[in-house]
């Protein structure tokens, strides 16, 4: 039976690949796509979403607004990498109308409705999954799994600290890690290892002629390389490749405390690998994901997107 899963999502070049990536899977039940302000402002991610999951044939998918800024702070944005429009200029046929409500409404709507466990995937900001879960708590019996894209255990990406999207909202991070019962975290030093290189966009090209392989080559061409990575970090399709592949992965009991707050420590996690210390209000245990098999990783992600029209 597939598994039900709800994508949390700030498209994003890479939002946009890990959604036609789910899309495309049949081992996964996508019931329903949040959306919430981060790479760019909630007025281009909710179009953007919007876009890709019809581009995907799936527009009966429903889609939700959610946040437009984080639980506290001011919302930043990551413009510089994915552009202005968040799809790094490359334009896609505007999708149907967002489904009526809100994200943190929807994801408990739904999760009081499952009949089987939801499994959440979050690759933005976690203010909305931050939201659902602390406003009604009992409903995270309903989850089986969160897996995260978020967070790193060596340098960030957006500052020295902190990767994205923990620094975005990290006190929505800090609430989700409290809430929910098991988290899966692939983190920088994961993704940072999943680089695009022309020679494997070449290759997902020569896979099809499919509207969603065009764009997310075209998109992947464009996007900004990353100056922490000498490269073009695919980071969120990793979250979705987990629940396909987890075969390709190699894992890690760890525990993560989050900097909450303003200043330089903002939205760092602190990541113990090695058992020094202990599960706590503020340590909480996450399987981490370490490794990939990056080539078989590409592979099929190819072949999945070819499945797309
Ligand atoms: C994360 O931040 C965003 O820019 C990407 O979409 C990804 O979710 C990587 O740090
Ligand atoms: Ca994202």
């Known amino acids: ?15 946009a ?3 036609w990536l789910a899309l495309a899977s049949r081992e ?14 909630l007025t281009r991610t909710l179009p953007n979403a919007l876009a890709i999951v019809a581009l995907a044939g799936r527009a009966e998918v429903p889609v939700y607004a959610g946040a437009a800024r984080p639980l506290l702070g001011r919302f930043t944005e990551a413009a510089r990498v994915h552009g202005a429009d968040g799809l790094a200029g490359v334009a896609l046929p505007p999708g149907k109308a967002a489904a009526p409500g809100i994200a943190a409404d929807a994801l408990r709507t739904q999760l009081r ?45 957006f500052t020295p600290a902190a990767e994205f999207n923990a620094f975005s909202d990290p006190e929505a991070l800090a609430i989700v890690l409290a809430a929910a019962p098991r988290v899966t975290l692939a983190t920088l030093d994961l993704t940072g290892q999943v680089l695009v290189t022309p020679e494997r966009i070449a290759r997902l090209r020569a896979m099809g002629s499919g509207n969603c392989l065009s764009a997310a080559s075209a998109i992947l061409e464009a996007v ?9 970090p695919l980071h ?16 890690r ?5 989050v900097e909450c707050g303003t200043g330089p420590g903002q939205g760092r996690t602190h990541i113990d690998r090695f058992g020094r210390c202990s599960a706590d209000s503020m340590y909480r245990p996450v399987r981490l994901l370490e490794t990939l098999d990056i080539e078989t990783f590409f592979a099929r992600l190819g072949e999945r997107l070819a499945y797309l029209r």
Request: aromatic letters at 4%; charged letters at 15%.
């Open 28 to 41: 996964l039940d996508v019931q329903a796509v949040t959306v919430v302000g981060g790479n760019v402002p």
């Open 253 to 257: 009991e760890a525990l993560v405390a």
């Open 113 to 157: 409705a499952a009949t089987q466990p939801l499994t959440l995937i979050g690759i933005g900001p976690a203010t909305n999954l931050a939201l659902a879960l602390a406003t009604e708590p009992a409903l995270c019996e309903k989850i089986e799994e969160v897996v995260l894209m978020s967070g790193a255990w060596g340098e960030g990406n």
């Open 1 to 15: 039976m597939a598994r039900a899963v709800i994508i949390d999502c700030d498209p994003g070049t890479d939002d």
């Open 224 to 232: 900004a390389p990353s100056p922490r990575f000498h490269g073009k």
């Open 17 to 19: 690949i890990a959604l």
């Open 236 to 251: 969120d399709p990793c979250a979705v490749a987990w629940l396909l592949w987890p075969e390709l992965f190699t894992t």
